[in-house]
């Protein structure tokens, strides 16, 4: 059903910033004919969430759950579900297909391990058979004591990697850990690591690195990453962040990291942007070969965005190739939501030598101006459409609460260097003079994607903007009546668009606005799909839906 409240209206009671999960799955293909090898769909590294499955359903109807149990019943109003499995009673990581499995990050409110009770908070990784959604194996850890670093119940917050048979994903204990994809039903221990617990439903950790006690990073309520592996590294970020007295207590902590992905050594660490983090950094890094360099774009706690071209190979550092000021200069941060100045929740978007970047905020803040930023990434240098300068016309550093100081006689003037190609805030669709709620871009937790010429961005208070990718005019909108946390898919010439209510609805991918559908599953969701081989993997709040039409033996 549909909220009829304005959304952007996090409870009070704190609904992380597991942001960024926001955008998870990857590419998938076309259905394959029996015996073929299976078909992966892994979170794109340039973010930008388009993907190559065709057959995929339009529409499907979820039938009966029993509240109680959490078990699927299905019935007669069940329609193209073809299994359903139970996450935990909070869901923030996107599902993730890999060969015969289907992982999902959550925490330990199923209750799969009998070690554990339901009640005890873990954050937990989840492994499902791809066939039936069977439970294989849960990967555990412990919440911090530290609700500022570690909030309670929200689980794990990130979307793993997988290569062959090593997963890697971010915990919500600061740490960044590699698993083996088959647990212990290989019955071997795998790794430096050697797990206390052994059993087939138990999983095997190969190594972990602690961001934290290693690197003195102190996170802002959870640490939600999602990995990135290029040649022989993993790179992360650290969700290093303010206290809960809005100070950054570990400014030279690093805020990018890469590590060694056989051996979790580390390799290097970058600390931007130090003292300047606003609040949290739950954004994801990105990777692309852009003209030819390879670069890893990182969206900064302080609303900046941070280029790097990197080696695969892991042997040399970092090395900054542009930067880019996603505020106005006069733009002012200020507690609780309550400025204009905003950072990255959404990872960059890569596509083709353009990068894409959305500004957002903790979503328990709620709505807000919201900028969508399209930036020529082949370029060198401070590309922010905007400098500050003294009074004797030297440039400033940048700042943490608002970047310029007019009292000292500093003035803001255009960057003659800026990469901006465009920069979307609403448009006046309808011709009456003003822009409404549906004609405003608001802060965003999801990353827009980019396919045939359009860009589909969804804001946090729950507005779909469709804007023509050349210049960032908008097309058309669609209200949805509750906050969009997870990035939308694109995937056989149709848009999938999900929201808080349980709530997902299906465009042509035109630009003229076509409905196709609007299916209800009844919880939550605050995840981006998986599809591949003509099935949707759809994680709610506590559920995980495979739909798909079902094939006749």
Known sequence: MLNTMRPGAVPAAFRPLILVVLLAAGPGAAAEPPNAPRIDCLPPLDRNYVVSARGLPEHWAAGEIDRKTGEWIGGDRAENILWVARLGSETYGSPVVRKDKVFCATNNGAGYLPRFSAEQD???????????????????????????????????????WIEDDRLWIVTNRGCVACLDTEGFSDKEDDGPTKDAVHGEQEADTVWEFDMIGRLGVVPRFMTSSMPAAVGTCIFAATSNGTDDKGVVPAPQAPSLIALDKATGDLLWADASPGANILEGQWSSPAFAVIA???????????????????????????????????????????????GDRDYLVAPPVVCGDRVYVATGCDPQWGE?????????????????????????????????QVAVDESAGERVVPNPNSGVIWLYTGDDLNGDGKRD??????????????????????????????????????????????????????????????????????????????????????EPIYTSPAAVDGILYIATQKHLFAIGTPRRP
């Open 122 to 160: 873990l954050g937990c990784l989840l492994a499902f058979s791809r066939d039936d959604g069977r439970f294989l194996w849960q990967y555990s850890a412990p919440v911090l004591p530290d609700s500022q670093r570690n909030w309670p119940l929200q689980g794990i917050c990130s979307t793993p």
């Open 292 to 338: 030819g360099v390879p670069q890893l774009i990182f969206g900064g706690g302080d609303g900046w965005v941070y280029a790097f071209e990197v080696d695969p190979a892991g042997k040399r550092p970092p090395e900054p190739l542009w930067r880019f000021d996603a505020n106005p200069k006069t733009a002012q941060f200020r507690e609780a939501g309550l």
């Open 368 to 400: 807000g101006e919201g900028r969508l930023w399209c930036i020529d990434a082949r370029k060198r240098g401070d590309l922010s459409a905007e400098l500050v300068i003294d009074a004797a016309n030297r440039p400033v550093p940048p700042r943490r």
């Open 437 to 522: 709620v549906a004609e405003t871009y608001h802060r965003a937790l999801a990353a827009p994607v980019v396919a045939q010429g359009l860009v589909i961005a969804a804001d946090a208070t729950g507005i779909v903007h469709c804007l023509d990718a050349a210049n960032g005019r908008l097309l058309w909108s669609h209200d949805m009546f509750a906050a969009v946390w997870g990035t939308p898919l694109v995937a056989d010439g149709k848009a999938y668009v999900s929201d808080e209510d349980g709530d997902t609805v299906v465009f042509a991918l035109t630009r003229d606005k076509t409905i196709l559908a609007e299916n209800a599953l009844g």
